[in-house]
């Protein structure tokens, strides 16, 4: 059985970034601190902070007054800095960088009396965030799919505009934005696309693998949305695709028969539960390891100045 390992794969600037302002914060304040949401939708890497000293929540009012807070990389509401701030917490901000820019392009449309359009996935922390950027009697319509466009009507005196959640898959916004564009010919689109580099690259690098693949596994966790956009492309392809957190998760009998298997990883899975899965495979009828060229990243973004220190 010949493995071939989807490149680039597992890490993204984003995630790095959310990592290490999380490690930095522990070192500087020491044990708890809190961070709002799983930093990054990945089992292995929050249960890892835990072991450090990261305490995970759901909502503000379960972190104490005067504490340590970090927003994790999906993003938060304005009310939820309210929220923070109404605690006098230390705050540090682990938003993505190119989440960030989604929430600008929000605020900019917003002060220019857009009507605002959001592709996304309900209840996802990013999109919740995203939508919650929007000012007071402002809605943003959120449209998941594309008879969700059927329901908008255009304010009177509104230009509208749209933008879309980072970790959709290109292919599944592309149909919507254009059943956007043929009811409302004038919409406005994102100077630039905000789904971001690095699901692209390794939604293209799927794309790539799946050609050599009778079936496909995606290391990341389920409730990972650039994860499950990767483990889709391999389904539309009518290939077998599993979605697995580790080797552990991996049933051999989804082996049998096969001769070529495909690995990726989302962008918050870490590579050694990579390597974990290609040493399983290799004890279990792997013959070679072949790694397909894709993109080369070199993006970095830099944390918050305060914990370079």
């Given amino acids: 059985m010949k493995i071939y390992l989807a490149n680039p794969r597992g890490f993204c600037a984003g995630v790095d970034r959310a990592i290490e302002i999380v490690e930095r914060a522990i070192e500087k304040h020491g044990p ?3 961070v709002r949401h ?4 990945n089992k292995y890497v929050v249960n890892n902070l835990k072991d450090k000293g990261a305490i ?3 909502e503000i009012s379960q972190v104490p007054s005067d504490s340590v807070v970090i927003y994790s990389a999906h993003g938060v509401s304005q009310a939820v800095r309210k ?6 917490a230390v705050i540090y901000d682990a938003t993505c960088p190119l989440v960030t820019k989604v929430h600008k392009e929000v605020t900019r449309r917003q002060k220019n009396n857009h009507q605002l359009v959001l592709i996304g996935h309900a209840e996802h922390p990013e999109v919740e965030g995203t939508l919650g950027q929007a000012s007071e009697n402002n809605h943003i319509d959120l449209v998941e799919s594309i008879s969700d466009v059927k329901k908008i009507e255009l304010q009177k005196g509104r230009d509208i ?4 959640q980072t970790t959709l898959s290109v292919d599944d916004t592309h149909e919507i934005v ?16 905000d789904i971001c ?9 799927v794309k790539e693998v799946i050609k050599s693949s009778e079936a496909l596994i995606v290391i990341g966790s389920k409730n990972s949305s650039n994860s499950n956009r990767l483990k889709e492309i391999a389904d539309n392809q009518r290939k077998p695709s599993y979605l697995v957190d580790g080797a552990g998760d991996i049933d051999k009998e989804w082996l049998n028969g096969i001769t070529s298997i495909g690995i990726t990883a989302g962008a918050s899975a870490p590579e050694i539960l990579v390597q974990e899965v290609v040493s399983f495979l290799m004890s279990n009828g792997g013959s070679e390891v072949i790694e397909v060229d894709g993109a080369l990243e070199s993006v970095s973004f830099p944390i ?5 220190e």
Avoid at 304 to 308: F, Y
């Fill in 197 to 205: 580099y690095a699901t692209q690259n390794r939604q293209d690098s």
């Fill in 38 to 41: 799983e930093v990054v939708h």
């Fill in 56 to 58: 995970f929540v759901d």
């Fill in 178 to 193: 254009e059943a956007l564009k043929v009811k409302f010919p004038h919409i406005q689109s994102p100077k630039k696309s």
């Fill in 304 to 308: 918050p100045a305060l914990l370079k």
């Fill in 161 to 164: 505009s749209f933008t879309t």
């Fill in 32 to 34: 708890p601190i809190y």
């Fill in 83 to 88: 929220e923070a701030s109404d605690i006098s």
